[in-house]
């Protein structure tokens, strides 16, 4: 028996949740963020024509059978994927709240103002700490930092290389690095990683958006080391290729497991760099602040219905954005699908740092590390599902 017939045995859950997710990919092109498992199962889902009614159906008694059989995870998968499939019928069937409570399996819980106030306190105090002034500090002080073109491209293999140190010298769970890094004119981003068929992981920079050297530090962090690059080379590499467990190969968007890829992925810099100075932990902390202001925009527009236009200005005060960046954010937030995702950062930064914070001085371990990149987490049951060392640190 090959290895891949031994895990399709042992996991058969595992085994159909991705089939599912391969026939609904065609007809849901936001669907799946990644795939590293057999090509063969890719080719062979693209011959099928499978209609969007079938694919619920076997979505919905698939995520029945998991949970009976006490998979969770593969339970709130598939039905994401069923989730996924209505709206895509119909892009109204389900209020803002409840669609993010459909799709993540959590509850929401909105951002707590005191939090929101403390952010804006900490990154306009430390502006005015780096010398600027006026109306905005922080708008001013990115204003005067950003840089684009080849300084960009520059700053960005710098953070590369930084990043890659510390995961091969650092990281305790062995891996291997299989990523490109590219230039991309993708007007829609400053840097992101993307998967290319059949299975490899490419880094994308777009040296024309300009950004701050702290904030392209975030970014890269974020993104590959020891962020979303390095959270899926240890689900393909170890979680799926050894240890068989199927679901691993596959990295859907606007699914359960975003919430805690997304959290691995937003304390990624700190995790990377924890003795850091004023510059970064502004640029860092802003991001977060904005995180805030795309998800209580989100709430504003799509839940109440508030104007547009009262929502960009809401984006541009409390995002400390400008009109072209508040606009593109809130394109977003108002695709169907995509605006949902905005509370995937802000629960899974929360979780993933009170499971840093219990976990104590074994935040660096391997048995910590290992279980925050190579497991399967479910939202609600994250830190419960914890190893002993950490759920037992509950104070």
């Known amino acids: 028996m090959t290895a891949l017939a031994d895990a399709v045995e042992r996991d058969p859950l595992g085994t159909e949740l991705v089939k599912v997710s391969l026939a609904a990919w065609p007809r849901l092109p936001n669907l799946v963020a990644d795939y590293m498992g057999p090509y063969e199962w ?15 159906t076997g979505a919905q008694a698939l995520a029945t059978r998991a949970e009976t059989a006490g998979d969770a995870y593969v339970a709130v998968q598939a039905r994401a994927i069923a989730t996924q499939i209505e709206v895509a019928a ?14 993540l399996a959590c509850r929401f819980e909105p951002p707590d103002n005191d939090e929101l106030e403390a952010l804006e306190d900490e990154v306009t105090g430390l502006a005015r700490q780096l010398g600027n002034s006026g109306v905005d500090p922080v708008r001013d002080h990115e204003r005067r930092g950003l840089i684009h073109g080849e300084e960009k ?26 990523l490109d890094i590219a ?44 962020g979303d690059y390095l959270h899926m080379a240890i689900l393909s590499q170890r979680t799926y290729a050894q240890e068989g467990r199927l679901a691993a190969c596959i990295k859907l968007k606007n699914a359960p ?14 995790r990377l760099e924890p003795d850091h100075g004023p510059e970064d932990e502004l640029a860092w902390k802003l991001e977060w602040l904005r995180r805030g202001a795309c998800l209580t925009a989100a709430v504003r527009r799509r839940q109440r219905g508030e104007p547009r236009a009262d929502v960009l200005l809401h984006l541009e005060r409390m995002g400390h954005m400008d009109q072209d960046r508040a606009g593109q954010e809130l ?31 074994g935040v660096s371990g391997a048995e910590y590390l290992g279980w925050l990149y190579g497991d399967l987490h479910v939202p609600e049951t994250y830190l419960a599902a914890a190893p002993a060392s950490v759920s037992a640190r509950t104070t």
Do not use: C
Request: net charge negative.
């Open 183 to 226: 230039r991309t004119p993708d007007p829609i981003t400053s840097q992101h990683l993307m998967w290319r068929e059949p299975d490899r992981m490419v880094f994308e920079v777009n040296v024309g958006v300009p950004r701050m050297p702290s904030t392209i530090k975030y970014e890269v962090a974020h993104n590959i080391y020891p």
């Open 153 to 178: 491209w520059d700053a960005a293999l710098d953070a590369y290389r930084a990043g890659r140190r510390w995961a091969l010298q650092e990281f305790p769970i062995a891996f291997r690095e299989e």
């Open 42 to 56: 890719l080719l062979e889902s693209r011959k099928q024509v499978v209609k969007l009614g079938e694919l619920h």
């Open 331 to 361: 394109n977003r937030i108002e695709h169907p699908l995509w605006g949902t995702y905005q509370y995937t950062y802000w629960l899974g930064r929360h979780l993933v740092r009170e499971s840093d914070r219990r976990s104590g001085a």
């Open 257 to 270: 497991e975003n919430v805690i890829a997304e959290g691995i992925e937003e304390l990624a810099p700190f």
């Open 90 to 103: 119909d892009p109204k069937v389900y209020g803002y709240i409840e669609l993010v409570e459909r799709l």
